[in-house]
């Protein structure tokens, strides 16, 4: 008998749902799923794999949708997922045990968030939470809604890495759908602003959704608004990730003058190679050599990056160029044959190659 149920809301998931299913059951647990308002054939899909769709009416609220989803759950131990998050590792009998032992937590999943369509290159990683006793915890916010203790005064511990790994696809859609998602989303976060303009994570999401669709003008500005707000704090990742992102927008930008303020952060957060890699850019797009090696050569010695290629091919392809910047093309050669299958690396390789260089 399952001692875990599974709660999901979907929207016109067709393409999704089958690969969503084909993975989740696989294991013992109870899997339920609740409409928001599908026209495509998502209910009739998951009603031929024999799961019961409950209907709800949509509100312009996820918290709400969520809560009516695990309400409707026949265990206090819940995972909560979306249709193209698809379970890859889920060990049930430790999941269990943890959870008893740590009712007060929250259980934090593995995400590997795919940028590109079948590829690798453009993952990053992350941990977040999703696991939780419905008896403690709850759903709160309109959007980017975040678990939330039921009893305010109790606060939240530390959340647990749980025996659980999830390949994210989200990211990768056409673009008219991700379009749409865009402007329903930005809207819902200027309107979760009006009525909490000091909430500091709704300003960290409106960032977020304008750095993911390439507006790094208005994001950069957001992000400031929580590097300028908040006591920033090692092991808060929305923190960590409004200075990765206030970095990364002004490099997009070319303020790479400005961008070199983010190291007074490198001490508190530096603990990924993500950072360091970003440090080192700022540095070499303002002819800081020595610095970028150091700290390009600091990224490739840590492990755990938050985004695929930050402590491999990406700095050992930066090493190439300042390499080839003080014209030692066989070192630089050394390390673009590195990169693997890097194509901006495979690119300097052939033109050094072809330009007669000795590239031994």
Not at 201 to 223: K, P, R, S
Request: proline fraction near 3%; hydrophobic fraction near 35%; charge should be negative.
């Amino acid at each position: 008998m399952s001692q875990i149920s599974v709660c999901t809301i979907m929207k016109n998931e067709e393409k999704n749902l089958p690969k969503y299913l084909d993975a989740l059951q696989c294991y013992d647990v109870e899997i339920v799923i609740v409409d928001t308002g599908s026209s495509d054939r998502s209910i009739e899909i998951a009603e031929e794999r024999g799961i019961k769709v409950f209907r709800y009416e949509w509100k312009n609220d996820f918290s709400d949708a969520r809560n009516y989803a695990v309400k409707l759950a026949k265990n206090d131990h819940i995972i909560s997922l979306d249709c193209d998050e698809f379970i890859k590792r889920l060990d049930i009998e430790a999941l269990v045990w943890i959870m008893k032992e740590n009712p007060d937590s929250l259980g934090l999943i593995r995400f590997t968030n795919y940028m590109v369509a079948d590829s690798e290159k453009g993952a990053y990683y992350d941990w977040i939470a999703r696991i939780f006793d419905r008896r403690i915890f709850h759903y709160e916010g309109k959007i980017h809604e975040q678990l939330k203790p039921l009893i305010a005064e109790k606060g939240t511990k530390i959340g647990y890495h749980a025996p659980v790994e999830v390949i994210h696809t989200g990211y990768i859609a056409d673009g008219e759908i991700s379009e749409t998602k865009f402007k329903r989303n930005i809207k819902m976060l200027k309107e979760e602003l009006q009525n909490n303009p000091d909430n500091k994570y709704i300003h960290f999401q409106l960032a977020q959704e304008l750095y993911n669709h390439e507006n790094y003008e208005e994001a950069v500005t957001q992000f400031k608004e929580v590097l300028d707000s908040v006591t920033l704090t090692p092991g808060i990742e929305f923190h960590r990730l409004s200075v990765m992102g206030y970095a990364d927008c002004l490099l997009h930008m070319g303020k790479h003058r400005e961008a070199l303020e983010v190291k007074k952060y490198v001490e508190a957060f530096g603990y990924t190679p993500d950072l360091h890699f970003l440090m080192g850019v700022a540095y070499y797009l303002n002819y800081d050599f020595m610095n970028a090696m150091q700290e390009f050569v600091t990224a490739t010695n840590m492990d755990n990056p938050a985004k695929e290629g930050t402590n491999t091919y990406l700095p050992l392809y930066y090493i190439g160029l300042i390499n080839e910047q003080f014209k030692n093309y066989s070192e630089a050669v050394r390390f673009y044959r590195m990169c693997g299958d890097y194509e901006p690396a495979e690119e300097r390789l052939k033109k050094i190659m072809t330009g007669g260089e000795n590239a031994d």
